[in-house]
Structure formats: structure tokens, C-alpha cells
């Protein structure tokens, strides 16, 4: 079993910083893929980054120059650096672990509340 745990969310006025944590622990393959998710009020759930045991990154157009995914591999840890942070940036956002081995083993955090006043 894997165990993800997020923090780093909070309150910020727009234009600030925040900076998202997710360690993972468990029995986790070393072949894997860590991502970001958000949910914001009456909307669906959206892909925001994703990083590869390897390095590669992808972004949500949305966030492209603002936010930056990175990894620790010894560490089995995941960040989000939010930067120039916008109302519309206000989510829940989720730590996702997956990694294809005997099946797809696909792990999520419990959410960290992320809120950008005006």
C-alpha cells in the first residue's frame, strides 16, 4: 500500500506565492508518475502538472510560467510551486502517485485546500 500526504496549502492574496508538498510512502515502484490535481467550486477536477520519475514535465495551459512541478526522488517527494497566484486558482488540490506494475496501482492524497483572495 501507498500513502500520500500533502501540505503547504493555505490563504494567499493574489499575486503571492505557495508552495504544495506531497511525500509518498509505501511499497512505490521506482517507475512512476507524481501529478497535481485541482478541484474548484462547481467544477470538474483538472489535470494542473505532471512529473516523471525521469524529470519530464507537463502543464495545464492555465498555469504555464506560473506554477512549477519538481521531484525528489530519494525522497519520494513531490512540489507545486504556485507562483503569481490567481483568484481563479482557488481549488482543492490533490497529490496523485501511479505506476504500472502487476496492474495499474493508482494512490491519492487526501487534498490540501488552496485560497487566492482578490
Known amino acids: 500500500q501507498v500513502q500520500l500526504v500533502e501540505s503547504g496549502g493555505g490563504l494567499v492574496q493574489a499575486g503571492g506565492t505557495l508552495r504544495l508538498s506531497c511525500a509518498a510512502s509505501?511499497?512505490?515502484?521506482?517507475?512512476?508518475?507524481m501529478e497535481w490535481y485541482r478541484r474548484a467550486p462547481g467544477k470538474q477536477r483538472e489535470l494542473v502538472a505532471r512529473?516523471?520519475?525521469?524529470?519530464?514535465?507537463n502543464y495545464a495551459d492555465s498555469v504555464k510560467g506560473r506554477f512549477s512541478i519538481s521531484r525528489d526522488n530519494a525522497k519520494n517527494t513531490v512540489y507545486l510551486q504556485m507562483n503569481s497566484l490567481k483568484p481563479e486558482d482557488t481549488a482543492v488540490y490533490y497529490c496523485?502517485?501511479?505506476?504500472?506494475?502487476?496492474?495499474?496501482?493508482?494512490?491519492w492524497g487526501q487534498g490540501t485546500q488552496v485560497t487566492v483572495s482578490s
Open positions: 509505501g511499497n512505490i515502484f521506482s517507475n512512476n508518475v
Open positions: 512529473v516523471t520519475n525521469g524529470g519530464s514535465t
Open positions: 496523485r502517485l501511479w505506476f504500472i506494475r502487476s496492474g495499474f496501482n493508482d494512490y
